[in-house]
């Protein structure tokens, strides 16, 4: 393996904190009920699943999961055929997004835009792009600087 990182999401898990406690607080006084009690445990669920994002290369792949690993996307690193670095705005948001090609973010707004074969893209959420683009590098894809 040549690169692994791992990037808590400390601003997802501070809001679906904070959500999920004023929730608790507000529906407290009157006991909850089924609905409740479903909404607590979604936001725990997304709490857990989207906790920290990680990015792996090894001898042959690139491999990106949130949390557990049960959102996660592998890519063959035969199929990039270059990376570079680029600012996410800050209204794109985190998590799981659409942004004219799937970005997985958990954090901050610097994020690596691998090219794909067949003009796909592909987006990597993190806060340290110039180590993730020499790893990427050193397996033989190429960078782009801007």
């Given at each position: 393996m040549s690169y692994r990182h791992?990037?808590?999401?400390?601003?997802?898990l501070t809001v679906l904190g904070a959500a999920a406690a004023a929730f608790a607080v507000g529906s407290a006084p009157g006991g909850y009920d089924a609905g409740e009690i479903a909404l607590l445990g979604f936001l725990a669920v997304l709490a857990v699943f989207f906790a920290s994002l990680t990015v792996e290369i090894t001898s042959d792949r690139l491999r990106v999961w949130f949390g557990p690993g049960w959102i996660r996307r592998t890519i063959p690193l035969g199929e990039i055929e270059s990376a570079s670095a680029v600012r996410v705005p800050w209204y794109v948001g985190w998590g799981l997004r659409w942004w004219g090609y799937w970005l997985y973010n958990?954090?901050?707004?610097?994020?690596?835009?691998?090219?794909?074969?067949?003009?796909?893209?592909?987006?990597?959420?993190?806060?340290?792009?110039?180590a993730l683009l020499a790893a990427l590098s050193r397996a033989g894809v190429t960078v782009q600087t801007t």
């Open positions: 791992t990037q808590p999401a400390y601003l997802i958990v954090s901050g707004r610097r994020a690596v835009v691998l090219r794909l074969r067949g003009g796909r893209r592909f987006g990597v959420g993190t806060d340290e792009p110039d």
